[in-house]
């Protein structure tokens, strides 16, 4: 008698047999891993075509998955574009969102839903490693960086983290581990005060024969590293971190979190430190892009992309991990310290062919990199699709299968079909701030910039910040760059655009 059956032994090999090999490739949701750059500009990519600086590693990421040409960040500054990413609100809804110090208060309060603590709620780990910028524990001030800072990042949703409290030019320069200032010798305890310096502690201003970059301006408190910050810190020496290898320890951190976790869903929010100011790429990097120290902390962030997707190679967790790349604002040149960056530009564009830059309601303040790949499920291609980085939450909760509940992440849709290639329908519409809140709104091919009073150029930057007393209104298609003002010549879509932008402000969220 010939038996035709698969025995109960045969079938509790295949799970057994998929953990052997190390994969999670039968685990229903995929890995997410978000890599997240600073100031990164379109233009500053190879694969985008405007840049001088060879990105090999993002460049393959590139061919291997989606690149999108129409996605936008929430803002044209860091701490309202990740406000907006982790909570699916727009970051202009709530006071108190804009550029963080180093000693804010945790800006996202613990009663929010957040996009980490909905994938834990699916199962996921979750992890934080790098930038973060937006504030810790309870009050402005008055924490105690020589004990746990709380509330934090686990009271937002995330297992685990490892990060930078705000910017790289921002006290206290130390690296935080699950709310702990990591290396930190009692004996040597931190202060922070972004009031006033501590007494005997040299700034920038008052010793700026101690320093190795200098500032161009601000930038001229604290000195750690022969590098003066924004912000005051004494103590905790053996703590600080070395500007040259914040790329590596960050990578370091984010690896170990993917293989540690390797047998289970895992979501990383990964921001780095690169491309922000001061740009102090480690010596393998350091003078080798020919375009100073910017250029040089893009080869750094290329190598990083590198390292993350040798990792999920290694692993073979490619084909069942979604990794998008972008950036949480647009470029700038000079932030901050004389590196060089101005200087020896050259044919770079990293803003690509638009207007303004970092902190501009101008596309390029807000039009950002971005790139999703997945093996198996996303089709190598190009999308000029609208997209908009507040539609993450709402479609990694569709990837999952989670029921966004009312009143959860307001401003976010369910992009999902679009992030993955599957639609090529445009977001209704995008709405984005710059410095001063002002607010933009695309439609389609048009774009309206709200009028208003604020100065018309940052005078740090120079950066246009497209203020304007009057309305304005561009036609993306024709003009790209937005040159030519077409709100006088046609007054019926302005009003339709105000009456669109208002209509979403007032809406209760
Ligand atoms: C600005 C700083 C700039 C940078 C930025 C934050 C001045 C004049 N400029 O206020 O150097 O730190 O904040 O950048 O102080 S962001 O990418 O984190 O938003
Ligand atoms: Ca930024």
């Not at 709310?179 to 700034?203: C, H, M, Q």
């Not at 690896?255 to 780095?272: D, R």
């Amino acid at each position: 008698m010939k038996i035709n059956f698969i025995s109960p032994f045969t079938l509790s090999l295949v799970p057994f047999a998929a953990m052997l090999a190390g994969n999670n490739t039968k685990q229903s949701t995929p890995n997410i891993v978000l890599i997240y750059s600073d100031d990164l500009g379109y233009g500053d990519l190879s694969c985008y075509g405007y840049s001088k600086v060879p990105t090999p590693n993002v460049d393959k990421l590139a061919s291997e998955g989606l690149r999108f040409t129409n996605a936008h960040c929430g803002a044209a500054t860091s701490t309202p574009s990740r406000y907006a990413l982790l909570t699916g609100q727009y970051a202009w809804r709530k006071q108190g969102t804009g550029i963080a110090t180093g000693d804010a208060a945790m800006i996202i309060k613990p009663e929010q839903a957040t996009m980490p603590r909905m994938l834990q709620g699916m199962g996921y780990k979750t992890g934080a490693v790098g930038k973060w910028h937006l504030g810790l524990g309870a009050e402005t001030g008055k924490q105690n960086w020589n004990g746990l800072i709380t509330p934090g990042l686990k009271e937002l949703g995330f297992d685990y983290s490892y990060i930078m409290a705000a910017t790289g030019d921002r006290t206290p320069c130390v690296f935080m581990e699950n709310g702990r200032v990591v290396n930190l010798d009692p004996a040597d305890p931190i202060e922070v005060s972004y009031i006033k310096n501590f007494s005997g502690e040299p700034t920038g201003k008052d010793n700026p024969q101690l320093l190795r970059m200098h500032p161009s301006h601000t930038h001229n408190q604290s000195i750690v590293n022969g590098i003066s910050r924004i912000g005051y810190m004494r103590g905790g020496k053996s703590a600080l971190w070395t500007d040259e290898n914040i790329a590596d320890s960050i990578t370091a951190k984010a690896l170990n979190f993917i293989e540690s976790n390797k047998n289970q869903p895992f979501f990383l929010y990964f921001g780095t430190q690169d491309v922000h100011v001061p740009r102090v790429p480690h010596p393998r990097f350091a003078g080798k892009s020919g375009l100073g120290a910017r250029g040089d902390a893009i080869l750094e962030f290329d190598w990083i992309v590198g390292q993350v997707m040798a990792t999920l190679k290694k692993l073979q967790l490619d084909e069942n991990t979604l990794v998008i790349l972008s950036s949480d604002n647009g470029p700038v040149i000079d932030d901050g310290y004389q590196d060089q960056a101005v200087e020896l530009l050259g044919d770079h564009k990293p803003w690509g062919p638009f207007r303004g830059g970092k902190y501009s309601g101008f596309e390029a303040g807000t039009r950002i990199p971005q790139i999703v790949r997945w093996i198996g499920k996303v089709k190598p291609a190009i999308s000029n699709t609208l997209v908009s980085q507040l539609d993450w939450y709402a479609s990694f909760a569709a990837l999952t299968k989670y029921n966004i509940k009312p009143g959860e992440a307001p401003d976010s849709q369910n992009g999902l079909k679009t992030l993955l290639g599957k639609s090529k329908k445009d977001r209704q519409y995008v709405v984005k701030q710059n410095l001063n809140n002002v607010l933009s709104i695309v439609v389609g091919n048009w774009k309206y910039i709200e009028p208003s009073k604020f100065v018309s150029i940052n005078k740090y930057t120079n950066t246009e910040l497209a203020n304007n007393p009057q309305p304005q209104l561009y036609n993306l298609k024709t003009d790209q760059g937005e040159t030519i003002n077409l709100a006088t010549e046609y007054p019926d879509k302005v009003n339709e655009l105000k009456i669109k932008l208002e209509k979403i402000r007032k809406s209760e969220k």
